[in-house]
């Protein structure tokens, strides 16, 4: 312990201390600045960017592998968002119709009514219906393809189809196809997937 008289000194006194200089941060941007809604957009989308990553199944004896391979490759897919709430294209009912109609008429020109036989061709035609369909470019849309054969024996028939659907991007086409035999039904339905 220091003792202070009357001639002692005082203790010296150092200038308060301040604490140390950091550099300033920069304000962050309102977004209602003009030209700072894009940079903040930037700044918040830059993580959402992924990369999609492709696997090239081999060509080799190792085909017990593949499904490991593809499954493993496929968990570690991610898509960017691109938060579209409406298609590219809107599905167009008219020109799938025509489309469906034309092909009803090349497969089913000469064909009678075989039961065995339908149930082969039905599968068929839904899959060519479907690759056609999808030929037209309707991105993000999910198709369902229904195909009836009916034989013609005098009865009556209905037919009743009920969904839940958007009924502004969503839609549906009906094709008819009629012999003396039989009536084949088609059923497209276009599902928007956002």
């Not at 550099?23 to 962050?28: I, K, N």
């Not at 009865?155 to 549906?172: F, G, K, L, M, P």
């Amino acid at each position: 312990m220091e003792k202070r008289g009357r001639g002692a000194k005082a203790p010296s006194v150092s200038a308060p201390q301040q604490p140390p200089v950091t550099p300033r941060r920069e304000r962050r941007p309102s977004m209602f600045e003009k030209e700072a809604y894009a940079q903040i957009l930037r700044e918040r989308l830059r993580d959402s960017v992924h990369d999609v990553q492709y696997v090239e199944p081999p060509f080799d004896d190792s085909i017990a592998d593949l499904g490991k391979e593809w499954k493993s490759a496929l968990a570690k897919l991610k898509f960017a968002n691109s938060y579209r709430m409406e298609p590219l294209k809107k599905f167009q009912a008219h020109s799938v119709e025509t489309k469906v109609q034309q092909i009803l008429k090349e497969s089913l020109q000469d064909v009678k009514y075989d039961d065995k036989v339908f149930s082969h061709l039905s599968l068929e035609l839904a899959d060519r219906i479907l690759s056609s369909v999808k030929e037209f470019g309707y991105h993000r849309y999910k198709f369902i393809i229904k195909v009836l054969f009916i034989q013609k024996t005098g009865q009556a028939i209905n037919i009743a189809s009920r969904w839940i659907w958007d009924v502004a991007w969503d839609s549906w086409v009906s094709a008819k196809h009629e012999t003396e035999t039989f009536v084949a039904l088609v059923l497209v339905f276009a599902l928007y997937c956002e």
